[in-house]
């Protein structure tokens, strides 16, 4: 039996972990009583977890963002705290996940994704070979890539475009038939991949290249 108001405390170190909602806490409580004598340090709860860099280009080189981790009031939680898986490899176009898994004063499970993006091309020529017809070649890009994307429009900034899909990445030209006479069009053409995100396929595309023009034969 011991008299709570009487007795000497004697102080043993809790804790309670950090998480994306609440703040941790490392503080002293008797042993005998578990009156709260104080705290040590305070823990705030994590809110923004990002890579640095989210898209890249293909280059065959292998890719891994950078993490960064803040807190509520935006100041950075030290490394020490979480730890950071990559992919096994990260070299060919594709979405990866980064796994980032909170230790030490923090706990909770963090999944962000990057993507790898086709190498693009660029549009060698355009003509108009025959009436209200216009013939597109571009430069192959054979690596990490599916097929291609051709796009036309009467208008410089390419509103309204329609999009023609070449499925073979051999193919470098593309003619197009049936526009309108003695008009004016702006071309373009990007490259594409066909890869595997949870299951179902999903086409990841290059950037355009620069639009390129011609005035169809009348």
């Known amino acids: 039996t011991l008299n709570v108001n009487t007795h000497t405390h ?3 170190q809790g804790k309670s972990v950090a998480t994306k909602y609440e703040d941790g806490q490392e ?3 008797c042993k005998y009583c578990d009156e709260y004598k104080g705290y040590n ?4 709860a994590y ?13 065959g080189k292998e890719k891994k963002p950078g993490v960064t981790v803040t807190d509520w009031l935006g100041d950075p939680i030290s490394k020490s705290e979480y730890t950071v898986t990559y992919p096994k490899s990260a070299k060919n176009v594709g979405k990866y996940t980064v796994t980032i ?5 923090y706990t909770g499970t963090e999944k962000r994704t990057f993507t790898i993006n086709p190498k693009g091309t ?3 020529k355009v003509t108009s070979p025959k009436k209200a017809q216009l013939k597109v070649t571009w430069k192959k890009q054979a690596a990490q890539t599916t097929g291609y994307q051709v796009q036309y429009s009467t208008s410089s900034k390419l509103k309204k475009a329609k999009t023609v ?14 526009l309108s006479a003695k008009k004016k069009y702006y071309v373009r053409v990007r490259t594409y991949k066909t890869v595997k995100v949870n299951g179902k396929n999903v086409k990841l595309y290059s950037g355009w290249s620069k639009a390129k023009s011609v005035t169809t034969k009348k």
Not at 101 to 105: G, I
């Open 10 to 12: 004697d102080t043993t």
């Open 27 to 29: 503080y002293k409580l």
């Open 41 to 44: 340090n305070t823990y705030r």
């Open 47 to 59: 809110e923004i977890v990002e890579l640095n860099k989210t898209s890249y280009t293909y280059d």
């Open 101 to 105: 898994k909170f230790k030490n004063h």
């Open 122 to 124: 660029s549009v060698s």
């Open 165 to 178: 899909t070449i499925s073979k990445n051999k193919t470098t030209s593309k003619s197009v038939g049936k």
